[in-house]
Structures are given as structure tokens and as C-alpha cells.
């Protein structure tokens, strides 16, 4: 049977990382994550086969008073597993061809609150409720843009960061 909690070595690492702002690593930035220490850990960071990232063009959240779960579907056809639980209500973000998320925060507090996104184009969306104590933002720096998410999950997302890719 599979433990519903992070091992200890893997909260104190997360623990560490909420602490660094980022860490980069062959053109990947990782952010965060920001949240809680429950729940089984995901990652969306991996780059295709030939080292560059696959694109996100769409965005999928269910939510409700909170961030239920996240899912991402990719310009090659790809979809992510779903990251989270099964409860809130669907809510999508469709991308332009030439559109990328740039910014993606919110609130937590044993989980996520809320989330919100911002793309290249200057389009936002908001998701989950309005608690939380804490805020997190991660921003990509000019010329780099969002390539994946990272974190924890049960039946919410509890903890979210970013991975952030520079084509240069």
C-alpha cells in the first residue's frame, strides 16, 4: 500500500525548495512549491525527447472553494494525468498558438486556495476560492515562460510551483 504522505526526506526537501526561489537546472527553472506537505507528488517539468519543452496550450482547473486539481494539455497532442481529486467544477483556459502563461500564484494554507494565471497576451484567469493566509507568485523572467507544473496532491492540490523553460 502506497503511503498517503510524503516521506520525511522528501517534506524536508520541499521544505528547503519553498525556501530557494529557484533552481535551475539545463534550461529548466524550477519554482516553489508553495503549500502544504500532504499528498502524493506530481510533476508536469520533463522535457521531450529532443530537450525542449512541449508547449502548453490549454489549461485545465477544477475548482471550488478551493484548487481541486490541474491538469495540462500539450501542443503535441499530450495530456497530463489529472493532479488532485475529483470535486469543484471545471474550468479551462484555451491558449493562442503564440500565447504562453507567464505568471501563475495565489493563496494557501494546508493546500491551495486559489490560482491565478497570466499569459503572455496580458489574459488572466482566477480559480478556487478566497482563503488562504499565504501567497505565492511565481513569474517567468522576460523571453521565458511557464513549461510545466510541480507539487502535491490527495483530494486537493496542496502544494504548487513552477518550471520555467529559456529557449536561449
Known amino acids: 500500500m ?3 504522505h510524503p516521506s520525511r526526506l522528501a517534506a524536508a526537501l520541499l ?7 529557484a533552481v535551475q537546472a539545463g534550461g529548466l527553472t524550477v519554482m516553489g512549491p508553495s503549500g502544504g506537505f500532504r499528498g502524493r507528488e506530481f510533476s508536469e517539468c520533463t522535457l521531450a525527447g529532443t530537450g525542449e519543452p512541449r508547449t502548453i496550450t490549454e489549461l485545465r482547473v477544477r475548482a471550488g472553494a478551493f484548487v481541486d486539481a490541474i491538469q495540462l494539455v500539450y501542443s503535441d497532442g499530450s495530456t497530463s494525468p489529472w493532479h488532485g481529486g475529483r470535486g469543484g467544477t471545471l474550468h479551462t483556459m484555451v491558449l493562442a498558438p503564440d500565447e504562453r502563461i507567464v505568471v501563475i500564484g495565489g493563496k494557501y494554507g494546508d493546500f491551495i486556495d486559489s490560482l491565478y494565471v497570466r499569459t503572455s497576451k496580458g489574459r488572466s ?3 478556487g476560492g478566497r482563503g488562504g493566509k499565504a501567497v505565492f507568485h511565481y513569474a517567468a523572467p522576460p523571453g521565458m515562460w511557464l513549461h510545466g507544473v510541480w507539487g502535491l496532491a ?3 492540490v496542496q502544494a ?3 518550471c520555467v523553460f529559456d529557449p536561449r
Not at 15 to 21: D, G, I, N, W
Open 15 to 21: 521544505a528547503v525548495l519553498a525556501l530557494a526561489p
Open 125 to 127: 484567469q482566477v480559480f
Open 154 to 156: 490527495g483530494r486537493h
Open 160 to 162: 504548487l510551483g513552477a
Open 2 to 4: 502506497r503511503a498517503r
